[in-house]
Structure formats: structure tokens, C-alpha cells
């Protein structure tokens, strides 16, 4: 990137969260882009592609117009909700820094805790307010004690000169040296899209106005349309949403006790199919139809009916292939093995890793092709 410095521009630097314009310095045929524009030692740096053939001779500087209109509203639109944030969260209220792109907004500021939904939905009515109120932007320099009279803000970490500038919506006034809309309905539909913790004490709203918040909106009522599709387009959206949900719950609840009720059955059948290992203890190995929850509880039902008893099940869910090692006190006692350090062994075949309790571990892993490797890895070492 070449740095070029004019004896005068129309390029506005970044300073005070705005991001810095583009554009083009045309000379003849010649059009050499300007990708950004910073401040440094006083100076206006154009950061440019190219270099100009001809150093000496004049160029035309041409701002991206559509970029800085853009960047123009979401600064305004900074003001505005800077000013909302007062008036509903309390005076408390300090900016602690801020970005001003062509496509969104972001504004942080000192804030003891979460801004609720509620809150913000009062910011976001009051800040749409003055936007269609078409306030005028009021723009002019005076001393910095006369500015602070007005009440005028200032951004946080930013050094001002004396005079100062003091930008005005309405009862907007705050000290700033960068670009605005001469009015604020210029700005469009301004919408909230998070809000966040940065640090202690100090909260990151982020925002977009006009053609991302339309765009925004769009997206949203796509959505929505999509969902009612979905639904066979019912009158209310809320309540078939509901009614799903509470059908979903019913039928969780339906599921779960079906999952219970194999359990159960597993537990009081598969004892009789164990094997003894020559210890006194015995062994059962087994691929089940289960999920890793009903492993769990199978597990925990055959170590307090069956102390002697190692068990160790595998399954697939979805795909996914899962192993559970379960082993009562008695048979811990006699043969020293521990489950965790069984799982360890045989989740390798599945291209998985575990881990667990002396009585009980469990594995997940990729390959559900090696669980009968897995599973009969297990019964030999338990044997």
C-alpha cells in the first residue's frame, strides 16, 4: 500500500470510532483506489493501491458517497441512542467507545447491569422516535466551557482542542468532529440486534440502520413466513407454535417411560444370559438398543441388583456408537478391575475416549463399525 498526503481532501479519517472513508484519486485515465483514511501527526493519510503517474500534478478525490451515507446514518444514529440510553437506563450512562461502520453500529457504555428486553424495546422505540421526529442536525464550534454548559457529551478517550465542535439533534448534543445526516429521518428504521457484556460494568449494544435494517427485517419475515408454511399457515403462529410444543413435551414424557419400561425389562432378562469369569464373579457383554441415558440407568440397576457383576453394553444412536462399562462392588473386590481404565482400552476401537468412576465409564466415539471389536475386547480382558 502506498500512504499519500494532499494539501486538502474531502476524505474523512477514521477518528472517534468512524471508520475512514473510500474512494478513488483520479488523474487523466488514471483511477487509483483509496481502500482507508487515517489520521497521523496531524496529516490526512490516504492509503491507496497505487501511486499516481505524475506526483506533482493534481488529482480529483472522489469519496464513496453510498460507503459514507451509510456510515453517516449509523453515527447519527450512535447519538440518538446514546441519548435513549440516558434517558431510560439513568445518567449513569457514559460512552466507553464505539464503531461506526457502513453496516452496523456498535456502542459501549458504563452500565451496572444487563439491559433487559424490556429496556431495550423502550431505547428502540425512543431512538425510532427521533428519527422520524426529521430532526435537524445542528453543527457549530464553540469553547469547550460554553459546550459543556449545553450539556454536550464528550467520547470516552477522546483529546478535544478548544474550540470544539458540538453536534445537535434535537436534544441530542454531544462533542464530535465527525460526518452526520443534515436530518435525521435520513437515517431509515433503526434496529437493536444484541446486547452484551464487554467487561465489568460496561455493556456493547450493537445496532443497524436503513438499508442492513431493512435487510434485517426482510430476513425475519422470511423466516416467519417459512415457519408458518411449516405449520400449514395458521391464523395464530404463537399458539400453533404452542400447541406443538406442548404435544412435543407429551410425547417426550411417552418416550421417557417407554425408555424406562426397556430398562427395566433389559435388567430383569439379561442377568440369566451372564457368564461366569472363574473368579466367582460373572460377565455380561452385550450391543443394546439404547441411548446413553438408559445405559446409564441400566448400568446403575445391574450394579445394586447384581454386585458380582461386570457388565459392559454397547450401542449406536444416530449414528454414534457408545459404550458403557458398568461393575458391581463384589466383582470390583475380586478381580481389582476398574471401569474407567476397561473403557480406556476398548473406546479405541471406535475411535473414541471416555472416562468415569471405578464402577461405572462411558465412551463415545466415531466409528460404530469397531463395537463388536470393542465389545469383544472388553470380554476378554474381563474374563
Known amino acids: 500500500r502506498w500512504q499519500l498526503v494532499l494539501d486538502r481532501t474531502p476524505f474523512y479519517p477514521e477518528s472517534g470510532g468512524q471508520m475512514g472513508d473510500t474512494g478513488w484519486l483520479i488523474q487523466g485515465d488514471q483511477r487509483i483506489e483509496v481502500l482507508d483514511t487515517k489520521k497521523e ?9 497505487a501511486l499516481p503517474a505524475d ?15 451509510l456510515i453517516m446514518r449509523n453515527h447519527t444514529a450512535t447519538h440518538l441512542l446514546h441519548h435513549a440510553l440516558r434517558k431510560h437506563l439513568g445518567t449513569h450512562v457514559e460512552q466507553k467507545g464505539s464503531l461506526v461502520a457502513p453496516d452496523r453500529l456498535r456502542f459501549d457504555i458504563s452500565h451496572f447491569a444487563k439491559i ?12 425510532n422516535t427521533m428519527v422520524r421526529a426529521d430532526l435537524r442536525l445542528e453543527a457549530r464550534e464553540m469553547p469547550i466551557a460554553e459546550a459543556k454548559k449545553l450539556g454536550a457529551m464528550a467520547l470516552f478517550g477522546e483529546k478535544y482542542g478548544d474550540p470544539v465542535r458540538v453536534v445537535q439533534f434535537g436534544p441530542s448534543i454531544e ?3 465527525g460526518t452526520h445526516v443534515p436530518r435525521t429521518s435520513a437515517i431509515g428504521p433503526f434496529r437493536i440486534i444484541s446486547e452484551s457484556a464487554l467487561a465489568a460494568g460496561i455493556r456493547r449494544i450493537e445496532a443497524v440502520t436503513s438499508v442492513e435494517a431493512d435487510r434485517l427485517v426482510n430476513a425475519e419475515l422470511a423466516r416467519l413466513e417459512a415457519i408458518k408454511v411449516l405449520l400449514n399457515n395458521p391464523a395464530d403462529v404463537v399458539q400453533a407454535v404452542e400447541k406443538l410444543l ?13 425408555a424406562k419400561e426397556k430398562v427395566k425389562g433389559y435388567a430383569s432378562t439379561l442377568p440369566a444370559r451372564a457368564r461366569a469369569n472363574g473368579k466367582g464373579v460373572k460377565v455380561l457383554v452385550e450391543q443394546l438398543d439404547l441411548d446413553a441415558q438408559s445405559l446409564k440407568d441400566l448400568g446403575y440397576t445391574l450394579r445394586q441388583q447384581h454386585a458380582d457383576l461386570a ?17 458391581g462392588s463384589a466383582f470390583v473386590e475380586a478381580t481389582g478391575l476398574k471401569a474407567v481404565d476397561i473403557i480406556k482400552q476398548i473406546s479405541p476401537e471406535i475411535k473414541g475416549g471416555g472416562g468415569g468412576q471405578p464402577d461405572f465409564a462411558t465412551a463415545g466415539g466415531k466409528d460404530p463399525s469397531g463395537l463388536s471389536a470393542a465389545l469383544k475386547k472388553a470380554g476378554i480382558i474381563l474374563q
Open 55 to 69: 506526483v506533482n500534478a493534481p488529482v480529483i478525490a472522489q469519496v464513496d458517497e453510498e460507503r459514507r451515507a
Open 311 to 327: 457388565f459392559v453394553a454397547g450401542s449406536v444412536i444416530d449414528g454414534k456408537p457408545l459404550l458403557a462399562v458398568s461393575l
Open 175 to 177: 462533542l464530535c468532529g
Open 246 to 258: 406442548d404435544q412435543n413435551a407429551a410425547l417426550g414424557k411417552v418416550m421417557e417411560n417407554a
Open 41 to 49: 501527526n496531524q496529516l490526512i493519510v490516504h492509503l491507496c493501491k
Open 116 to 127: 433487559t428486553l424490556e429496556e431495550l424495546a423502550k431505547v428502540e422505540i425512543e431512538t
